[in-house]
């Protein structure tokens, strides 16, 4: 079974600009939620996504922002960004509210 | 909300001997603990985890045990091996639909061959 997708692996953003993030679950997966981990803050939460429907929110500004689709793929979009937007942002998804979550390779994003 | 703490911060041993790594959450209604690999390049991976109704839990070379009274919980490795190093996350949280882990900032295990 393929493991979670995120695409692309590597991106480069100007300040300013706007940047979406994409994230494909373990198939039969159903819950989604994205993390930004970074040297100094470690692994933060920012959303969490079940059924299309946004359950859960970190204390992100919003700017950031997902969504989710009917297939359980999932999006999220960064706009206006900043220098301190750097970071590794992971994906993770679950099977059902009692599973443990599943992590991709990430996106690493740099703004320049 | 929740915070968790994680010690020490970086981990020398030697290969064989065993690695003990602690950490201390702050919100009582946590519920999930799990900990995670991180290799180089690679997102973080999930090696066991623990619920709040269960003490102990042990995987081959690999157990966790849960102390809910005075909040930690700690990843015990035992005959470490080269490939067990790595950096090492523990969480604290909950699962379904408050869905949320709070993440320690890491320890970076070296396992000396």
């Known amino acids: 079974k393929a493991g979670v997708t995120q695409t692309p692996r590597y991106l480069i953003k100007t300040r300013g600009q706007q940047v979406t993030l994409s994230c494909s679950p373990i198939s039969g997966h159903r819950s989604v939620s994205w993390y930004q981990q970074t040297p100094g803050q470690g692994l933060q939460f920012l959303f969490e996504?079940?059924?299309?429907?946004?359950?859960n929110k970190g204390n992100f500004p919003g700017r950031f922002s997902g969504r989710q689709f009917s297939n359980s793929r999932s999006e999220m979009n960064v706009s206006t960004l900043e220098l301190g937007d750097s970071a590794l942002y992971l994906c993770?998804?679950?099977?059902?509210?009692?599973?443990?979550?599943?992590f991709g390779n990430g996106t690493r994003l740099t703004v320049t | 909300g929740e915070n968790v703490e994680q010690h020490p911060s970086t981990l020398s041993v030697q290969e064989g001997d065993s690695a003990v790594i602690k950490c201390t959450y702050s919100d009582s209604a946590s519920n999930y603990f799990p900990w995670y690999k991180q290799e180089l390049g690679k997102g973080p991976q999930l090696i066991i985890d623990i619920r709040s109704n269960v003490g102990e839990k042990k995987d081959q070379r690999i157990a966790v045990t849960l102390n809910k009274t005075a909040k930690h919980f700690s990843l015990h490795i035992t005959e470490t091996q080269p490939e067990d190093s790595a950096v090492y996350f523990c969480a604290a949280g909950f699962t379904g639909a408050n869905s949320k882990l709070t993440f320690g900032k890491g320890i970076t295990l070296s396992v000396r061959p």
């Open positions: 993770a998804s679950s099977l059902d509210d009692s599973a443990p979550l599943h």
């Open positions: 996504y079940f059924s299309e429907t946004q359950r």
